[in-house]
């Protein structure tokens, strides 16, 4: 029995392809990248693919048993998406897993939102079995926020203070890895959340703790960040983006009832705290600075 994972040299993905050969699952990795497709970790087979080829779909699905399906935010994710869909039922795929995103229908303003609503519904409508993970906001994007807290004490990830219930990527990679391989997930659809609520506040403030010094919140003027943003991404991201913060600064982004009983559910244990996390990262940003990097 052989898995697909697309996505797999992502940050989520890399984590259940890690998983599954850790499990001794058969797993073939896709990459659009033939740079990497020969440098999959331990045993995993590397195919040459992309979401918007059917083509190269069609080869990539040969064979496969199980797929874990992870679109990247793109203009065309939908389409992607359904591509996936329709290949995986072409090849008889009999278990196909989806990384969605937590409270879909609650942000439809952002297009990476509204762009996964039409792939659950085909997914739903597709006859394969299968299950969806939708994970809230990523403990580990705070990576990309490292150089401001560790410079200039400030923590700029525009989250703000309503409260929002993210989570740590390892958990999300365990989630998708048990729906993979594990029996009882079929057809069911797990948001997935960490077990506390951050804000932007309280996160600078842990963030302080950890480093002693003083970290503080940059605040929620989104035009500020937009404007540093763009310089590591294209604009139709910022501006996607933009929207799902504005809606985290103004009406939140917790868990619902039930969420949390979901995710000990699809893990079988009690999610990552982020304080767990916030101690772990600054300890890796500690001794980073003991190799030579200010912190
Ligand atoms: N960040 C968050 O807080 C958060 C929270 C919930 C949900 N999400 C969702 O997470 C998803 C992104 O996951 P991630 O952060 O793990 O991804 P990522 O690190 O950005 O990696 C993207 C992956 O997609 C692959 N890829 C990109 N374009 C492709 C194409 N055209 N054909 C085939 N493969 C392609 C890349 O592979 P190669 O480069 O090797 O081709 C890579 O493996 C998005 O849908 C986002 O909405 C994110």
New binding site residues.
């Given amino acids: 029995m052989k898995t697909l994972v ?8 890399s984590q259940v392809v890690a998983n599954l050969v850790a499990k001794k699952a058969k797993v073939r990795v ?4 033939a740079d ?1 497709v020969n440098a999959m970790p331990g045993g995993a087979e590397g195919v040459v ?4 080829d059917k083509g190269s779909l069609a080869g990539a699905f040969n064979g496969i048993e199980r797929a874990c399906v ?5 203009e065309n ?1 939908t389409e ?1 998406g359904l591509n996936a869909v329709a290949a995986a039922k072409g090849a008889g795929v009999r278990r196909f897993v989806y ?1 969605s ?2 409270r879909l229908e609650d942000i439809p303003e952002a297009p ?1 939102f509204a762009s ?1 609503v039409p792939i659950e519904k085909a997914i739903r409508e597709s006859g394969m079995a299968y299950t969806i993970i939708r ?4 403990y580990q ?1 705070d990576y990309w926020f490292q150089q401001p807290i560790l410079e200039y004490g400030v923590y700029a990830q525009p989250i703000g203070n309503k409260g929002v219930s993210r989570v740590d990527v390892r958990d999300i990679g365990e989630a998708l890895t048990n729906a993979l391989l594990d029996d009882g997930h079929e057809g069911k659809t797990y948001n997935l959340v960490g077990p506390g609520v951050c804000t932007a506040d309280k996160t600078a403030q842990l963030y302080g703790k950890a480093l002693g010094k003083d970290v503080v919140y940059a605040g929620d003027d989104l035009e500020q960040w937009g404007a540093a943003a763009v310089k590591m991404m294209p604009q139709w991201l910022v501006d996607d983006l933009k929207l799902m913060y504005r809606s985290f600064q103004t009406k939140g982004f917790e868990a619902k009832p039930g969420h949390l009983e979901e995710t000990v559910n699809i893990l079988g244990k009690n999610p990552r705290s982020f304080n767990a996390f916030v101690d772990e990262v600054t300890s890796q940003w500690k001794s980073a600075k003991k190799g030579g990097v200010k912190v």
């Fill in positions: 697309i996505g797999g040299t992502g940050t989520v993905g896709m990459t659009s990248s990497k693919g992309n979401l918007t992870i679109t990247a935010l793109s994710e992607q990384m995103i937590h990476h996964k994970p809230n906001n990523f994007n």
